[in-house]
Structure formats: C-alpha cells, structure tokens
C-alpha cells in the first residue's frame, strides 16, 4: 500500500510540475508578443538552392501533396535508407512532450515514425535535454555518430537544426560519410526573434531563465538561439557548412503560416505570426522564413502551416492541415534525389 501511494504520489507531483510549466510557457508566449515587434534582419541566403519546384510536382489539383505520388517517389529513394537509422532530434522544449507522447497521447512524429517502421526502417527520437546547451547537444549527436554501427541520417525540428548542424561540422569528414542524409525541419540557423526578446528583455529573460533552471536546463540553450550568436555561428563556419552540404545530403524545410478562412484551423502561433510579420519577418510563428533556410543547402517553404504543422499536421479543432506521412515521403525524395 505505501508503494502504491508512493508511486501516485509521484504521478500527482509529475503531472503538476508539467502542468505548471505548459502554463509557464504559454505566459511566456503571451509576455514575448506584448514587446516591440523585430526588425527585418533575416535575409534570404543567395547560396541556397530552392528545390520547390520538384516538391510542387508532387500536388495534385488542390495543392495537397498527392499520396501516390509521393508513395512513388519514396519508393525510387528507398533503397538509400538500407540498414540506416533514423535518428530523430527534436526541438525545443520537447521534454514536456516526451511522457504523453510514449503513452499514445501526444502526436509528435508519432505518424512519420510508425510509417518508416512498417517499411522496415528503424527510428528512434534522442533522449538529449532539449532544454541543454546546443554544445551539449551536437556533443552527443557525434558520439552517437562515432559509434553507431550503422549509417545514420537525422529529421531534425526547430533547435534540433542547431545541434545537427554543430555536430556535422565537429564531425571528420570520415565520419561526415556515415551521415547518409539530414532533413532540417524549420531550424532557426539564423537566430529566432522570441529568443530575442526573450533573452534582450530583462522581465523576460529572468522569466524564461527561472522556467529553464525549474526544468533542469541551461540559459545558454536560450542564448544559443538568438539571432546576433546565430549570425556569428553562421559567418564564422560558413566554410565549414559549405563542406558539410557537399559531403552529406541537406533539405532545410522552412513554412510561412498565412491567414486561413475557416476558423477551425486556426493555429496556436497566430498570433506570434502576426507578431512577427509586423516587424518584417514572416514565418510559422516562431521562426521567419529566412532563418530556417541553411546557407549553401537545398531548401523548400511550405505555405500555410505553422512551426509544429511538419511534426503534427492535425490542427486543435480537427483540419488536417497536412498529411504527415505523405510530407515526409516528399522530403525523404527531395533530400536523397541524386539531382
């Protein structure tokens, strides 16, 4: 009987910790967007490559991606995933997700993962802190590449971006070539204008510090994404990334959330979107466009969807705004093409 009030007792004090977080965090959205809108500092990287072209191939008449046609186009890509592992690396925050998303509640990757398994593939999300430092992170993505015993290749999300990207350009060449592909999906390469505000903004940054100390993370981790150290990070290692985009096969996948007349598929970062347009920087609601697009990679936008539309199409009132394994049959095709 003591175990057993022993172990709710647990469950109780677990689920109200997360609960107070997701609070936290939500009034942690709300503070940013009450702060003076960004500037348009994110320009458009003249060394990437727009491979749109060959994702609007594969709509049909509406402008949905089309099934079978991005079934085919996986299925001629296919064999290049033979014997890897799919290793997922999920973005900021996400630990909040990690527990409902093990008992069936949460939907993160959850419809792109059990897809990739039923062809055979195996896939597996990193146990990292997404709350550590970048550094720590992209550390433990290379031992993780040093000593896998098969080739790997990464979905990343939001800050997951930054680690992947650290850790390909720490990584040898040699080992670069166990990498045998990236997707990159809305990474804030070139800083994010709430983790300006965030970590600029005194109220802001000691409420957003206090929230990542309660979760056992790191302020670094925040100060990683701003916009001023990610344009540094991104000057100093240009070189370094143009070796990293010939050597291992990149898709940067950015998305511009835009107005929608049914009311059913409102999206959550609405708001932020607003926000962030009305200072010259559109994107999903916490990344502009502009900065989730790598320099010297290949890259798409998808229109309409929010920052979490890539990892979980459903919106809260039903629309599905989009087919989550038939986008990631796409981006499996456009990231592997040979062309």
């Given at each position: 009987?003591?175990?057993?009030?022993?172990?709710?007792?647990?469950?109780?004090?677990?689920?109200?910790?997360?609960?107070?977080?997701?609070?936290?965090?939500?009034?942690?959205?709300?503070?940013?967007?009450?702060?003076?809108?960004?500037?348009?500092?994110?320009?458009?990287?003249?060394?990437?490559?727009?491979?749109?072209?060959?994702?609007?191939?594969?709509?049909?008449?509406?402008?949905?991606?089309?099934?079978?046609?991005?079934?085919?186009?996986?299925?001629?890509?296919?064999?290049?995933?033979?014997?890897?592992?799919?290793?997922?690396?999920?973005?900021?925050?996400?630990?909040?997700?990690?527990?409902?998303?093990?008992?069936?509640?949460?939907?993160?990757?959850?419809?792109?993962?059990?897809?990739?398994?039923?062809?055979?593939?195996?896939?597996?999300?990193?146990?990292?802190?997404?709350?550590?430092?970048?550094?720590?992170?992209?550390?433990?993505?290379?031992?993780?590449?040093?000593?896998?015993?098969?080739?790997?290749?990464?979905?990343?999300?939001?800050?997951?971006?930054?680690?992947?990207?650290?850790?390909?350009?720490?990584?040898?060449?040699?080992?670069?070539?166990?990498?045998?592909?990236?997707?990159?999906?809305?990474?804030?390469?070139?800083?994010?204008?709430?983790?300006?505000?965030?970590?600029?903004?005194?109220?802001?940054?000691?409420?957003?510090?206090?929230?990542?100390?309660?979760?056992?993370?790191?302020?670094?981790?925040?100060?990683?994404?701003?916009?001023?150290?990610?344009?540094?990070?991104?000057?100093?290692?240009?070189?370094?990334?143009?070796?990293?985009?010939?050597?291992?096969?990149v898709l940067a996948v950015a998305a511009r959330l835009t107005d929608r007349d049914d009311w059913r598929a409102t999206s959550p970062f609405d708001l932020l979107r607003q926000w962030m347009e009305a200072g010259g920087a559109p994107g999903d609601g916490a990344v502009p466009v502009e900065s989730a697009i790598l320099p010297h990679a290949r890259y798409v936008v998808l229109e309409g969807l929010d920052h979490g539309d890539t990892v979980d199409g459903d919106r809260p009132f039903g629309p599905v705004l989009s087919d989550d394994v038939a986008l990631i049959q796409a981006l499996f095709a456009l990231v592997l093409d040979a062309e």
């Amino acid at each position: 009987m003591r175990r057993l009030i022993a172990w709710v007792g647990r469950i109780v004090l677990v689920t109200a910790l997360t609960a107070m977080i997701c609070v936290a965090v939500l009034l942690g959205y709300g503070y940013a967007i009450t702060r003076p809108a960004p500037v348009a500092a994110y320009a458009h990287p003249a060394s990437a490559r727009d491979v749109g072209p060959a994702l609007a191939a594969l709509r049909d008449g509406d402008g949905r991606l089309d099934p079978a046609a991005t079934q085919a186009a996986f299925a001629a890509v296919a064999d290049r995933l033979e014997g890897v592992r799919l290793v997922m690396v999920p973005s900021y925050f996400y630990d909040l997700l990690r527990a409902p998303n093990a008992i069936g509640i949460g939907d993160y990757m959850t419809d792109q993962r059990a897809w990739l398994e039923a062809q055979g593939l195996a896939t597996e999300i990193t146990a990292a802190d997404t709350e550590a430092a970048v550094a720590t992170n992209a550390a433990a993505l290379v031992r993780l590449v040093r000593e896998s015993g098969r080739p790997v290749c990464f979905v990343s999300h939001s800050k997951g971006g930054l680690e992947v990207l650290a850790a390909l350009i720490a990584l040898a060449p040699a080992e670069r070539a166990r990498v045998r592909c990236w997707i990159a999906l809305q990474a804030p390469f070139s800083g994010s204008p709430l983790a300006d505000v965030w970590a600029g903004d005194p109220l802001g940054r000691r409420f957003v510090f206090g929230l990542l100390e309660l979760m056992g993370g790191s302020a670094q981790s925040l100060v990683d994404l701003t916009t001023p150290v990610r344009r540094a990070d991104l000057a100093r290692h240009d070189r370094a990334i143009a070796e990293v985009v010939a050597e291992v096969p990149v898709l940067a996948v950015a998305a511009r959330l835009t107005d929608r007349d049914d009311w059913r598929a409102t999206s959550p970062f609405d708001l932020l979107r607003q926000w962030m347009e009305a200072g010259g920087a559109p994107g999903d609601g916490a990344v502009p466009v502009e900065s989730a697009i790598l320099p010297h990679a290949r890259y798409v936008v998808l229109e309409g969807l929010d920052h979490g539309d890539t990892v979980d199409g459903d919106r809260p009132f039903g629309p599905v705004l989009s087919d989550d394994v038939a986008l990631i049959q796409a981006l499996f095709a456009l990231v592997l093409d040979a062309e």
